[in-house]
């Protein structure tokens, strides 16, 4: 059963730092694309980033508002992706999902919320 299990959000002040995590089991996870994608109130879903398989190259790519402050990152022996945020801003805050995708095999996580404020 494939699963994908993000952790790490909460609470934090403009500027602050959150790492998020994402635990995925029951697929071959170096073979797939994992992204980081957010949603907040009253808008679309957006990827934030995206990490290519190994096979791939492990080639990263951010949306235009979070680069300089986001970073992706991949750990294929622990079946985990990474997303070290940096220097929050309050449009950061959004329920944050992890996804897995290759081909036709798209996989989601339930979400995890992250909320900017003073």
């Known amino acids: 059963q494939v699963q994908l299990v993000e952790s790490g959000g909460g609470l934090v002040q403009p500027g602050g730092s959150l790492r998020l995590s994402c635990a995925a089991s029951?697929?071959?996870?170096?073979?797939?694309?994992m992204g980081w994608h957010r949603q907040a109130p009253g808008k679309q879903r957006e990827l934030v980033a995206v990490?290519?398989?190994?096979?791939?190259?492990?080639?990263?790519r951010y949306t235009d508002s979070v680069k300089g402050r986001f970073t992706i990152s991949r750990d294929n022996a622990k079946n985990m992706v990474y997303l070290q945020m940096n220097s929050l801003k309050p449009e950061d805050t959004a329920v944050y999902y992890c996804n897995a995708v290759r081909g036709p095999w798209d996989y989601w996580g339930q979400g995890t919320q992250v909320t900017v404020s003073s």
């Open positions: 990490v290519a398989s190994s096979t791939n190259g492990g080639t990263i």
């Open positions: 029951g697929f071959t996870f170096s073979i797939y694309a």
